[in-house]
């Protein structure tokens, strides 16, 4: 679906304390959780607004957040 929130806490609500956890304790993740969320936002706008760039280029936002998604999650299942 277009436009969809993918933010970290919308994918992962059941690792919400462990995210709050993570990003007060682990400068690395946290600066992670903000790239990841910004991507996701500019990913959304993008899409809400007929996703003005190319494909290759939209896919490789894409790509960039689910790599960022993957690490994210690892990092919460090493916690």
């Known amino acids: 679906m277009l436009g969809e929130n993918h933010s970290l806490r919308a994918e992962f609500p059941e690792h919400l ?3 709050s956890d993570l990003i007060a304790s682990d400068e690395n993740f946290a600066e992670q959780v903000k790239k990841y969320d910004s991507l996701d936002k500019e990913i959304r706008v993008l899409e809400l607004n007929g996703a003005p760039i190319g494909d290759q280029a939209m ?14 999650f690892l990092q919460l299942n090493k916690a």
């Open 59 to 72: 896919n490789q936002l894409k790509l960039d957040r689910a790599e960022l998604k993957d690490w994210l």
């Open 17 to 19: 304390s462990t995210i």
